[in-house]
């Protein structure tokens, strides 16, 4: 019904970039979309998500400034600019779906996300 492919994933220095793209493969709309992190050993993270209707996003506290949730509505992928990496920054980032709109309460949880990508590594080094 949904599959989400992420690509863009790799390694990088500490202040450097990555890009990560989503695409969304559905004959139907979702309403929210978010990406996570998960790093050996922790539990995963919500790190951005956004209301694909009317582009409200929302970033945890760990990232905002540096990382910018965006969305190509034509190409149907959803991306993650990742500026100024850190070590701590290094996961496994995953792309999320539902058809739900999520309130803000619920845009960083995971078990609010029905659909899941197969995930990309991202590793910064310092």
């Known amino acids: 019904q949904v599959q989400l492919v992420e690509s863009g994933g790799g390694s990088v220095q500490a202040g450097g970039s990555l890009r990560l793209s989503c695409q969304l493969v559905?004959?139907?709309?979702?309403?929210?979309m978010g990406w996570f992190r998960q790093a050996p050993g922790k539990d995963r993270e919500g790190v951005a998500s956004?209301?694909?209707?009317?582009?409200?996003?929302y970033y945890s506290d760990s990232v905002k400034g540096r990382f910018t949730i965006s969305q190509d509505n034509a190409k149907n992928t959803l991306y993650l600019q990742m500026n100024t990496l850190k070590p701590e920054d290094t996961a496994m980032y995953y792309c999320?779906?539902?058809?739900?709109?999520?309130?803000?309460?619920?845009?960083?949880?995971?078990?609010?996300?029905?659909?899941w990508g197969q995930g990309t590594q991202v590793t910064v080094s310092s």
């Open positions: 956004i209301h694909t209707h009317e582009g409200y996003t």
């Open positions: 999320a779906a539902t058809f739900r709109l999520l309130g803000p309460a619920s845009l960083l949880t995971s078990s609010q996300y029905n659909y």
């Open positions: 559905s004959g139907y709309t979702v309403s929210t």
